[in-house]
């Protein structure tokens, strides 16, 4: 068989892995051919595409980032943008494509599988952790420990200069970034979308942290909105996918501080930080092993579904449902964290 890969959507640590393993394997037990599509689904879109052999995944094990690039393109949204990718797909001979990503790149996927008859196969990617069918997704476990690390080193400068910390990590509708490292790095306050915070019991948290000499520690998610506020955004710009673009939620939430307690607040914004560098050994591990299932998946001809992880075990779900909702923090998980707050 000939396999098309693509990664879509945000880049993250652990995509390289997936490539590797899906090559290695496919080479190796099945003899494949794999060609790349550059820039996410608009490889596919386009024709753009990047030779993929055994020499081409060597020593990419430990890179951050994807070495096929990725776009937020979504070739639904494109005039006979269906028509394109199938013709490109027949162009490049592709027997089946593997799709890397999280839930836009999936959705896309999963339209194609179901609507279409393209042959499928998803491999779940997001520092999010929001896809609702797999426990893990790889790249958010590098994300928490980079998010965590930065919430380690700013509790000594909050201190020695007795101010307020805001640090806004990402999470456009899932606090999972936020509640994992803040609670990790011992947050005084964690906000999170799933729930809209009151900046009055806030405020208070942060005085009573002043009352016994400690500098407090917020984490916010990008996401995370005032119960007598709207979501804070960049600019009005949406994506293909119809996202507008999130940023701001630390500042406000600085200068309301300041303004409501009288006490210094600085915002640490940690952004594109938490999708680059090399991915940890848990991101390395779970995206080797995706990739290594979702090439079973095709040698199988299992297309329109998504390998996901069940505990320690890898599964296959329909891509459908794998994409239907997302996974957001649960209420009780997030009273765990309740505790440590003020």
Not at 228 to 239: A, N, S, Y
């Amino acid at each position: 068989m000939r396999v098309g890969v693509l990664t879509g959507g945000g880049d993250c640590p652990g995509l390289n892995a997936v490539i590797r393993a899906l090559v290695r394997k496919g080479v190796q037990q099945y003899g494949h051919e794999f060609v790349g599509f550059r820039d996410g689904w608009r490889g596919p879109l386009e024709g753009h595409t990047k030779q993929l052999d055994i020499p081409a995944v060597r020593g990419i094990l430990p890179r951050g980032g994807t070495i096929l690039g990725s776009s937020r393109t979504n070739p639904l949204k494109v005039e006979d943008g269906v028509r394109k990718v199938k013709e490109n797909l027949a162009k490049h001979e592709v027997d089946a494509l593997v799709a890397i990503g999280g839930e836009d790149t999936l959705g896309v996927a999963a339209t194609l599988a179901d609507q279409y008859g393209v042959p499928c196969v998803g491999v779940p990617k997001t520092i999010d952790n929001d896809l609702s069918a797999t426990d893990y997704t790889f790249g958010f476990d590098t994300a928490v420990n980079i998010a965590t690390e930065a919430i380690d080193r700013l509790h000594t400068t909050a201190e020695s200069h007795m101010r307020v910390l805001v640090i806004e990590v990402m999470g456009r509708h899932a606090g999972w970034i936020a509640l994992h490292a803040g609670l990790a790095g011992g947050a005084n306050v964690i906000l999170i979308p799933e729930q809209r915070f009151d900046i009055d019991e806030v405020c208070g948290w942060v005085e009573s942290r002043f009352k016994v000499r400690y500098a407090p520690i917020i984490v916010v998610a990008e996401g995370a909105m005032p119960k007598d506020g709207e979501l804070v955004t960049k600019d009005g710009t949406l994506d293909s996918f119809g996202h507008v673009r999130l940023s701001g939620i630390g500042d406000w939430l600085a200068k309301e501080i300041e303004k409501r307690t009288g006490k210094e607040a600085r915002t640490t914004v940690l952004g594109h930080i938490q999708r680059g560098g090399t991915p940890s050994a848990f991101d390395r591990w779970l995206a080797t092993r995706f990739g290594l299932h979702a090439i079973d998946a095709v040698q199988e001809g299992d297309f329109g579904k998504m390998v996901a992880l069940r505990g320690t075990d890898i599964v296959r779900v329909a891509l459908g449902e794998a994409t239907a909702k997302l996974k957001t923090v649960d209420p009780a998980l997030y009273a765990e964290a309740g505790v440590f707050f003020g």
